[in-house]
């Protein structure tokens, strides 16, 4: 049995001209990670990071923190596939195209706007579809693809980490939960920066053990770390 803990990227600089990117609390918030599991005993032999700058500056949070515990870590691996869809095109699709709906500038004055306009865009996106903005079906089967991918690289019996998007990681998990395409999405909206999902894969299979775990942030000192966007 091997398994593969999938992250969500740490906070990103949400509202600002550039978001793929970690801001100070993110970093830390995937350092947290790395000596909760480093005082646990758990230790990848594999670490991968999706495309997307956050992705990346996560996964090196990440193992700059298990250096600084004395762990030798293994080099970072790239796994192309796995990059977020545009939150932005499709906000700004969904709000064009949507009498009713808040306007565009308002999803990034106010987080709860945000929160309802991204779950209306979700719902449409993968019912009906958005005009303008590519089908689901598509970044679905990437994002699938590049997990399966990942876990073939892995091997018997081991262990592995990979940072990646919410929407990213929901939907490469989804073939494995056998849910549909909203529900996989409704997920995504309730993802904590750094929470985990454990995927336990072998030759025959593969199924999602847990999803969005914080336990490294549910502790005394580190509550403060607990955030979704």
């Avoid at 992250?7 to 993110?26: E, K, M, N, W």
């Avoid at 865009?121 to 079906?137: C, K, P, Q, R």
């Avoid at 592995?160 to 939907?171: D, E, K, T």
Wanted: glycine residues 10%; proline residues 3%.
């Amino acid at each position: 049995m091997s398994v593969l803990y999938l992250v969500r990227h740490g906070q990103a600089a949400f509202g600002s001209d550039d978001y793929d990117r970690l801001t100070p609390l993110g970093a830390e918030q995937c350092a947290s990670l790395a000596r909760h599991w480093r005082s646990i005993g758990r230790h990848p032999a594999f670490v991968y990071a999706g495309a997307m700058r956050r992705h990346r500056q996560s996964a090196e949070a990440f193992v700059a923190a298990l250096e600084a515990e004395g762990v030798a870590a293994p080099a970072i691996e790239t796994v192309p596939g796995l990059e977020e869809y545009d939150h932005v095109a499709l906000l700004d699709g969904f709000a064009r195209l949507n009498a009713g709906v808040p306007d565009f500038a308002a999803c990034w004055r106010d987080r709860r706007v945000l929160h309802r306009t991204l779950e209306q865009a979700l719902a449409a996106w993968t019912g009906e579809g958005v005009e303008g903005y590519g089908a689901f079906a598509g970044f679905r089967t990437r994002c699938a693809a590049a997990l399966a991918g990942v876990m073939l690289s892995i091997g018997r019996g081991r262990e592995a980490v990979l940072f990646a998007s919410a929407g990213s990681l929901a939907a490469a998990m989804q073939p494995l939960l056998g849910i549909g395409d909203w529900p996989a999405m409704r997920l995504t909206l309730d993802f904590y920066n750094t929470g985990v999902s454990r995927v336990l894969f072998t030759e025959a299979g593969a199924s999602v053990e847990s999803i969005n775990g914080i336990a490294h942030l549910e502790r005394p000192g580190t509550l403060h770390l607990i955030t979704k966007r």
